[in-house]
């Protein structure tokens, strides 16, 4: 048992906590970047977004649009759906506009976040090869296309922890059923306590957390009196063992969760303002508002990592691309575009945006290439991102597709990189955190990630 | 593995920098290696030799110090015998530390009850092992709790943790494994029957080509079949076979050797003496295995086959003719219902799907509800002959179904034929590279697997790996079983990484009693039963708790068991020991999957409509079966389960974490499961004369001290006066001592 993690490991057992993870500050000492990012806040769009109809713009795939695409180009891809020595070549209907200072292209879907352009940095050169919604969810959250390993954010509060211990540490927000599942922000073999927890809406946001039907306040402050004093008759003569410590402990850390987290989510102390800038007055934009408004609530809190799952296998969906480019993304970016900009600008209000990544991702792009009438099929070859805060430097787009928008070419950059550039900003080398399973020091990174591309994003 | 733009596994990317490697260590540059300190001048000439000579290394296994690793050699019987007490008792007479005494009877009955059953003990098992005066007592106890079913529930769970096992296969659809089933009663029954272990393994690699003849023996097969797959996702058939492939390869090596072959699949092994080439011979093994079924009884399966056949085609006349019945009355009842509508709805119904505008696509949705007929609506304007004919439909449809049931097939694999597709080892840079034959790595001979009969229909490539296994002659197979029973025991394995026997792992402190255990496991005829005996006669596993003076700054880690590890009950047992301190224990073993009734926000984040993945079983008992036979579906585990450390069941788990967080005890406090069961003990105890002692029995075992039975009278009271009854007053008391430590624990 000589092995450092299998010391921290057994610390994490005899750690007594809330949500709060342990911060592994040895991770921290001399890392050559210093930490940026207090807090991460990543909007996961759920299903597949764009990439030539919103931050990838493509002239000659407009001129060229019905005809084929060239044989050397479509060779060696294939997707969901479609044939790509088949379909015809789509140009985008939306018109793309510069943007700020940098004269950053971004299409007119996006009124609202353009006026961010100065700061975003979009990536417009992703690639990965899992083509199907799950495996894709999983490749982008957890770095492996097949389930059971620990998503980013799980990584993140393990390495990092949490600095309010009455709150998660890594929140989720989603709109309910994923074509992953659960495994998108699963603890995969680490300590159950570092998976994301769902907050749900309506005042009892955490699952549990309410006292069962009948049981008054003071009923259930009675039974938690007598647990604790059982417990602690019990403890009496095993005062050595810290772990029945911790959870007499995890009983009072339950209660006072219960009085917190629904004072987290309670919007009622937010002005007019505030409400109508995240567009809570609007039955369109009120769902991505409100959880972009708890996302910010909970970073003011301390809460380290901030997920929210944008889409649904069951109801509206970025994937809906697949009969309908048109109707979706407008759809999709009239519900999400002016909370996401209204994100930004109440950050930076606040003087929050320095201190927290704020990541727009996708699980992969959609193809050049037309699905059918209206469409467009999933697509990894090629896709966008951005990233803004935490002091990067916006206006500014990193690497290219090709000329039809159909695979990365100039620095490319995988769900590594991107994973592993996260981690750095919010303070982590991914190289250094590793867990050891089934034999291995285990990452979310596994091997790879050496096009971590933090020096650009901060100017280099 | 690539560092500093140098793909370290990679010959001639290293080759080229052997100049900057050279500078680092001669400390020349920026970059100085290592940075530790400068080399001593003898080693670093040494390495700058090598470096200058091209930086060359061999690709086979290096034969020298790795073939001497400790758990790659033959199991040595210790000489002059030895016990396991005898082992740790010199060990820690060595570093002069002291010993807990022994535990009290209550806390010994309730630890090997939990151990072997995952349950605890009733009150009236309790009472009578105390007063048990017979010398050999506690003997008579481990017999009659390994001789009871619930043995193979407690220890079959810890195997398929092992395998990977679930109901489901994952991903977005996450499709019913329909018969995974079968293969989890065949390992609880086998550690009941106390299957030999070599043959447990031997059913298992290559059920198929060792016992053809017997069906529940090639049910063992069904272990290749259980883990999380893509089969159902189009056009990655390609993908999904090297996944399937890397599945098999992987957990094999791990589950049954303890060994970790994932990292030699890309390159040569960097710690273990494992290469790219040995990963390939152990995966061509594997290669010629399909999927298929067992016709547990012959007759049976063809007269069920037979039926299915017949049923379907009958169904889809059913569907032809209730299409043909409703048709008509759902696009009348659609007219009417759009015609009391504005008109842009009804244009925006009649527009195809892919040509509606936003605009029309919100009106469709906003109404598609009001607008769409339900079945009902249709029924209720059948004429009487049309209801006639409705009901002879239904009527054939009921007769069809009535005994519709899953059929005696378990899921299993086998080989196409006696010849096996090639293997390759990937060449650099895509590509094959050099062919190779099925065979056991270098390291331990490197045998090829043995050539078929002319006659097999099979390629007998997993017999030759199961008989390597299961020989005596394996120095892993019986070293990594009786090191997991060990640490099922104990908490912690004699071997910490009790799935890496790699040569990163140390020889173990206890090598000697580890290699005593398994010399006599493999003597006795590799009975895990007699195993469990062996280890619980023993005066180590009797101890108290309580960790002696002095020990924990010596013995930190409790490495020399100077005391017995106290641990929390794992998930299941929690759910199980609730449902038993209840009353509402159903132990009906065996069967389908049992889908148990959850509260609709405890069912969040599934992906699929909970109305196809949460199928809840029928018969309400059935939910308070013991959780093994609880539906494990990949994508979605049960909550109370899910908080208090139960795996994923998509990778191989050799040991479970137990953590202690807040969610856990929300869980167990405020969730739906423990309110039903405080609510069923709620009952029993104001059915009884004195609750409280009842509820002491029901929970802990034993009888209320006073000044606990204080406490709870006056809370009792408290309670009643705040709730309005005693019953309620009662729940509460329920669910209090449901989350008490003394519950949680195992001393």
Redesign the interface.
């Known amino acids: 048992m000589t092995n450092g993690m299998i010391s921290r490991r057994r610390a994490v057992f005899t750690a007594g906590r809330g949500f709060a993870g342990m911060a592994l500050a040895g991770l921290m000492d001399g890392a050559p970047a210093a930490r940026r990012a207090r807090s991460v806040i990543y909007i996961f769009n759920h299903g597949g977004v764009s990439h030539v109809d919103t931050f990838d713009p493509k002239p000659a795939l407009s001129k060229l649009s019905g005809e084929p695409v060239p044989a050397s180009f479509a060779q060696g891809l294939k997707t969901s759906r479609i044939d790509f020595r088949k379909a015809p070549m789509r140009g985008t209907p939306w018109k793309f506009g510069r943007h700020g200072r940098g004269g950053l292209e971004i299409s007119e879907l996006f009124p609202h976040l353009a006026r961010h352009a100065d700061r975003l940095a979009v990536v417009r050169s992703c690639h990965s090869d899992a083509f199907d919604h799950a495996p894709a969810i999983f490749m982008t959250a957890t770095g492996s296309q097949f389930p059971g390993r620990p998503s980013i954010g799980s990584w993140a509060v393990y390495g990092l922890g949490s600095e309010n211990r009455n709150l998660p540490g890594f929140v989720v927000m989603s709109d309910g059923a994923m074509k992953s599942g659960a495994g998108a922000y699963g603890a995969g073999f680490l300590p159950a306590a570092h998976q994301g927890t769902v907050f749900r809406t309506g005042p009892n946001p955490v699952l549990h957390l309410a006292n069962p039907g009948g049981v008054s306040a003071e009923a259930q402050r009675e039974t938690l009196d007598l647990i604790g004093d059982l417990n602690r008759r019990h403890f009496g003569p095993r005062d050595e063992d810290t772990v029945l410590e911790a959870r007499i402990r995890s009983y009072e850390l339950a209660f006072r969760m219960q009085a917190e987290a629904p004072g987290a989510v309670d919007l009622s102390g937010e002005t007019e303002a505030t409400r109508k800038l995240y567009g809570l007055d609007d039955p369109m934009t009120e769902n991505v508002g409100r959880k972009c408004l708890l996302a910010r609530r909970l970073v003011e809190r301390g809460v380290r990592f901030v997920q929210i799952f944008f889409g649904t296998n069951l109801g509206d969906d970025w994937d809906d691309a697949h009969l309908d480019l048109w109707g979706s993304h407008i759809r999709m970016t009239r519900k999400s575009d002016q909370p996401v900009a209204a994100l930004l600008t109440d950050l930076a209000a606040r003087g929050l945006l320095d201190e927290t990544l704020v990541v727009w991702n996708s699980e992969f792009g959609r193809t050049p290439l037309a699905e059918g009438k209206n469409g467009r099929d999933h697509h990894p070859y090629g896709y966008s991102m951005w990233m803004a805060g935490a002091g990067i430097q916006g206006g500014r787009a990193l690497g290219a597709t090709d000329e039809f928008g159909l695979r990365a070419v100039e620095q490319p950059k995988t769900v590594h990189d991107v994973n592993a550039t996260i981690l750095r900003i919010a303070g982590v080398d991914h190289t250094q955190l590793t867990w050891r399973y089934q034999g291995r020091d285990q990452r979310l990174t596994d091997v790879h990630g050496e096009g971590e591309f933090t020096g650009w994003l901060y100017g280099a | ?2 560092m500093g ?1 140098v793909k370290l596994d990679s010959r001639s990317d290293v080759a080229a920098v052997t100049g900057r490697m050279a500078a680092a260590l001669g400390y020349e540059g920026r970059v100085k290696m290592p940075p530790s300190g400068k080399l001593p001048a003898d080693e670093l000439a040494l390495l700058r030799e090598w470096l200058e000579a091209g930086a060359e290394w061999p690709s086979a296994a290096p034969a020298g110090p790795v073939a001497r690793h400790w758990a790659f050699e033959r199991v040595a019987k210790p000489a002059g015998g030895g016990s396991i007490d005898g082992f740790l008792d010199a060990a820690r007479a060595r570093r002069g530390l002291a010993v807990a005494g022994k535990a009290e009877r209550r806390e010994l009955i309730r630890r090997v009850t939990f151990d072997l059953h995952g349950l605890p003990p009733s009150a009236a098992e309790t009472a009578e092992f105390v007063a048990d005066a017979r010398p050999d007592a506690w003997e008579r106890l481990i017999d009659r709790l390994l001789a009871s079913p619930r043995y193979g529930e407690k220890w079959g769970k810890h195997w398929l943790d092992l395998v990977r096992y679930g109901d489901t296969s ?3 659809q ?1 499709p019913y494994l329909l018969y995974a089933w079968r293969y989890r009663d065949y390992v609880i029954q086998s550690f009941n029957d106390d299957k030999p272990y070599d043959r447990f393994v031997k059913e298992q690699i290559a059920g198929d080509e060792i016992y053809p003849d017997d069906p529940a023996a090639r049910q063992g097969t069904g272990y290749f079949t259980v883990g ?1 797959n ?1 089969d159902m ?1 189009f ?2 058939e390609d993908t999904n076979r090297i ?1 399937t492939l890397t599945d098999f390869t ?1 957990t094999t090596a ?1 589950v049954f050797l303890g ?2 072959m ?2 030699a699949r890309c390159h040569d092994h960097k710690f273990d003496p494992l290469t790219q080439r040995d990963y390939y011979r152990f995966q061509a093994i594997f290669v010629p295995a399909v999927k298929t079924r067992v016709f547990l009884m012959y007759d049976q399966a063809r007269v069920y086959d037979l039926g299915e056949n017949t049923r379907t085609f009958r169904l889809y006349e059913a569907g032809a003719q209730l299409t043909a019945l409703m048709d008509p009355y759902r696009k009348a009842i659609r007219q009417e219902r759009l015609a009391k509508l504005p008109p842009e709805v009804a244009v925006a119904f009649d527009t195809p ?6 605009e029309q ?1 919100a009106l469709f949705e906003a109404h598609a509800k009001r607008v769409e007929p339900s079945d009902d609506d249709i029924f209720a304007r059948f004429s009487k002959p049309e209801l006639e004919r409705l009901h002879r439909i239904e009527r054939r449809l009921v007769s069809a179904f009535k005994s519709f049931a899953p059929g005696p097939f378990s899921p299993a694999v086998t080989d196409l034929s006696r010849e096996a597709p090639r293997t390759f080892v990937p060449a650099k840079g895509g590509g094959l590279g050099e062919e190779v034959t099925a065979g056991i790595p270098a390291v331990f001979g490197g045998a090829d697997m043995p050539v078929p009969p002319l006659t097999a229909e099979t390629t007998h490539r997993r017999k030759g790996l199961a008989e390597w296994m299961a020989s005596g002659e394996n120095p892993l197979t019986a070293r990594v079983w009786v090191n997991r029973v060990w640490q099922y025991h104990f908490g912690q394995g004699l071997v ?2 009790a ?2 026997f ?1 040569t ?1 792992t140390a020889a173990p402190v206890h090598r000697q009693l580890l290699d005593w255990l398994a010399a006599g496991f493999m003597e006795g005829g590799w009975r895990t039963k007699a195993l469990h005996k062996t280890i619980l006669m023993s005066q180590a596993y009797q101890r108290g ?3 002696p003076a002095g020990v ?1 700054a010596a013995d930190a ?1 409790n ?1 020399y068991l100077s005391y017995f590890p ?1 641990r ?1 009950l794992e998930a299941e047992e929690i759910r199980d020991a609730v449902l038993q301190a209840a009353g509402t224990l159903n132990t009906k073993m065996g069967g389908r999957p049992v889908v148990p009734a959850l509260a609709a ?2 069912l ?6 909970v109305g196809n993945a949460w199928i809840v079983t029928e018969d309400a008992a059935e939910h308070n079966r013991r959780t093994v036979y609880m539906i494990s579906r ?3 585990r049960m ?1 109370l389960l ?4 139960r ?2 069941g ?5 040991r479970r ?11 167990l ?4 499961f423990t ?1 039903g069961q405080a609510a069923a003990l709620a009952e029993r105890l104001e059915a009884a004369g004195d609750p409280v002692a009842a509820a002491w029995r029901s929970v802990y075992g034993r009888e209320p001290a006073p ?2 039975r204080t ?2 009278e006056a ?1 009792l009271e ?2 009643t006066a ?2 309005g009854s005693r019953r ?1 007053a009662l729940v ?2 329920g ?3 449901f ?4 519950f ?2 195992v001393e």
Do not use: H, I, W
């Not at chain 2, 969040?604 to 409509?609: F, I, L, N, T």
């Not at chain 2, 989350?739 to 003394?742: C, F, G, H, K, M």
């Open positions: 593995m690539r733009g994952g991903f977005e996450d999380t893509r996702l056009k990655v996944e992987d791990s060994l970790t994932g990292c799907d892919e040509k509606k505008t936003p696509k910490g990484a799935s890496d790699g990163r708790s309580r960790a924990a880690e490495v106290r929390r926000e405890e969040y984040g599934m992906s699929q409509p990949r994508n979605f909550p899910e908080v208090f450390d795996p994923e998509v990778l191989s788990c050799s974490e137990s953590t202690t967080t807040a969610p856990q005890s929300l869980s406090l405020n969730g739906g309110l000044d606990e406490r709870v809370f408290k309670q705040l709730l309620a509460e008391l669910r209090s001592l989350n008490t430590n003394e949680l624990y």
